[in-house]
Protein backbone atom coordinates (compact mmCIF):
# COMPACT_ATOMS: atom_id res chain seq x y z
CA UNK A 1 0.00 0.00 0.00
CA UNK A 2 1.27 3.20 -1.26
CA UNK A 3 0.76 5.73 1.55
CA UNK A 4 2.12 9.22 1.04
CA UNK A 5 3.84 10.33 4.54
CA UNK A 6 2.60 13.41 6.65
CA UNK A 7 5.76 15.47 6.83
CA UNK A 8 7.05 15.04 10.74
CA UNK A 9 6.96 17.78 12.98
CA UNK A 10 10.19 18.29 14.50
CA UNK A 11 11.35 20.76 17.17
CA UNK A 12 11.95 23.74 14.93
CA UNK A 13 8.58 23.43 13.06
CA UNK A 14 7.14 22.70 16.57
CA UNK A 15 8.86 26.15 17.50
CA UNK A 16 7.29 27.87 14.31
CA UNK A 17 4.15 26.90 15.08
CA UNK A 18 4.37 27.92 18.66
CA UNK A 19 5.63 31.27 17.19
CA UNK A 20 3.37 31.75 14.92
CA UNK A 21 0.25 30.82 17.67
CA UNK A 22 1.91 33.74 19.65
CA UNK A 23 1.57 36.55 17.35
CA UNK A 24 -1.91 35.51 16.50
CA UNK A 25 -2.77 35.72 20.38
CA UNK A 26 -0.71 38.83 20.36
CA UNK A 27 -2.56 40.69 17.62
CA UNK A 28 -6.29 39.20 19.15
CA UNK A 29 -4.97 40.99 22.43
CA UNK A 30 -3.73 43.87 20.53
CA UNK A 31 -7.00 43.79 18.56
CA UNK A 32 -9.77 43.49 21.05
CA UNK A 33 -8.03 45.86 23.78
CA UNK A 34 -6.74 48.29 21.17
CA UNK A 35 -8.33 51.43 23.19
CA UNK A 36 -6.84 51.02 26.85
CA UNK A 37 -3.90 49.75 25.23
CA UNK A 38 -3.55 52.90 22.91
CA UNK A 39 -4.00 54.84 26.06
CA UNK A 40 -1.90 52.92 28.08
CA UNK A 41 0.60 53.28 25.31
CA UNK A 42 -0.25 57.14 24.11
CA UNK A 43 -1.09 55.41 20.49
CA UNK A 44 -3.55 55.92 18.44
CA UNK A 45 -6.83 53.72 18.25
CA UNK A 46 -5.99 53.09 14.03
CA UNK A 47 -2.75 52.02 14.78
CA UNK A 48 -3.19 49.45 17.25
CA UNK A 49 -5.69 47.91 15.09
CA UNK A 50 -3.22 48.26 12.84
CA UNK A 51 -0.91 46.34 14.42
CA UNK A 52 -3.12 43.75 15.68
CA UNK A 53 -4.34 42.87 12.07
CA UNK A 54 -0.45 42.77 10.95
CA UNK A 55 0.06 40.02 14.12
CA UNK A 56 -2.84 38.20 13.30
CA UNK A 57 -1.78 37.86 9.59
CA UNK A 58 1.81 37.24 9.96
CA UNK A 59 1.23 34.61 12.57
CA UNK A 60 -1.67 33.28 10.17
CA UNK A 61 1.09 32.69 7.30
CA UNK A 62 3.38 31.84 9.86
CA UNK A 63 1.74 28.89 10.69
CA UNK A 64 0.49 27.86 7.24
CA UNK A 65 4.05 28.21 5.95
CA UNK A 66 5.33 25.94 9.08
CA UNK A 67 6.01 22.61 7.15
CA UNK A 68 6.49 24.55 3.63
CA UNK A 69 9.24 26.83 4.00
CA UNK A 70 13.02 26.33 4.38
CA UNK A 71 13.56 26.07 8.24
CA UNK A 72 16.51 28.18 8.03
CA UNK A 73 14.78 31.08 6.69
CA UNK A 74 12.25 30.59 8.97
CA UNK A 75 14.46 30.36 12.00
CA UNK A 76 16.36 33.69 11.08
CA UNK A 77 13.12 35.49 10.09
CA UNK A 78 12.72 35.11 14.03
CA UNK A 79 15.40 35.94 15.32
CA UNK A 80 15.61 39.18 12.77
CA UNK A 81 12.18 40.44 14.31
CA UNK A 82 12.86 39.62 17.52
CA UNK A 83 15.67 41.86 17.50
CA UNK A 84 14.21 44.18 16.01
CA UNK A 85 11.33 43.85 18.74
CA UNK A 86 13.78 44.10 21.78
CA UNK A 87 15.35 47.21 20.13
CA UNK A 88 12.65 48.62 19.10
CA UNK A 89 10.76 48.55 22.59
CA UNK A 90 13.84 49.80 24.52
CA UNK A 91 14.31 52.84 21.89
CA UNK A 92 10.45 53.19 22.93
CA UNK A 93 11.47 53.53 26.62
CA UNK A 94 14.38 55.12 26.44
CA UNK A 95 12.32 57.70 24.90
CA UNK A 96 9.00 57.52 26.73
CA UNK A 97 11.63 58.07 30.21
CA UNK A 98 13.02 61.19 28.61
CA UNK A 99 9.68 62.82 28.19
CA UNK A 100 8.92 62.10 24.71
CA UNK A 101 5.76 61.07 23.22
CA UNK A 102 6.67 59.18 20.34
CA UNK A 103 7.75 55.82 22.90
CA UNK A 104 4.71 53.72 21.81
CA UNK A 105 4.19 54.79 18.75
CA UNK A 106 7.74 53.44 17.69
CA UNK A 107 7.34 50.23 19.38
CA UNK A 108 3.53 49.93 18.05
CA UNK A 109 4.63 50.93 14.61
CA UNK A 110 7.25 48.40 14.37
CA UNK A 111 4.30 45.81 15.38
CA UNK A 112 2.49 47.54 12.43
CA UNK A 113 5.54 46.80 9.35
CA UNK A 114 7.99 44.10 10.93
CA UNK A 115 5.50 40.98 10.61
CA UNK A 116 3.71 42.77 7.33
CA UNK A 117 7.49 42.15 5.88
CA UNK A 118 8.17 38.81 8.18
CA UNK A 119 4.80 37.38 6.29
CA UNK A 120 5.71 38.61 2.68
CA UNK A 121 8.85 36.94 2.55
CA UNK A 122 7.68 33.72 4.23
CA UNK A 123 5.21 33.11 2.08
CA UNK A 124 7.45 34.71 -1.58
CA UNK A 125 9.68 32.14 -0.61
CA UNK A 126 10.55 29.38 -2.61
CA UNK A 127 9.32 26.01 -0.96
CA UNK A 128 11.75 23.73 1.38
CA UNK A 129 13.49 20.98 -1.31
CA UNK A 130 11.83 18.47 1.48
CA UNK A 131 8.11 20.04 1.00
CA UNK A 132 8.63 20.09 -3.03
CA UNK A 133 9.84 16.48 -3.22
CA UNK A 134 7.14 15.49 -0.49
CA UNK A 135 4.55 17.15 -2.93
CA UNK A 136 6.06 15.85 -6.79
CA UNK A 137 3.76 13.58 -8.39
CA UNK A 138 4.85 10.05 -8.77
CA UNK A 139 7.36 10.14 -5.61
CA UNK A 140 7.46 6.81 -3.41
CA UNK A 141 5.85 7.33 -0.13
Given amino acids: MNRPLAPRVTRRTA ?3 ADGAFKVLLGVAAATAAVPLGRLLGVPLWL ?4 GA ?3 VCGAVEIACARHRPARLQTRLMIGYDIGWVLTALAGYLLARRGGGAGGELWMGYQTAAPLVFAAVLFTAAPAPEASAARAPGTAG
Avoid at 48 to 51: K, S, V
Wanted: hydrophobic letters at 90%; glycine letters at 10%.
Fill in 54 to 56: ALL
Fill in 15 to 17: GVL
Fill in 48 to 51: MAAA
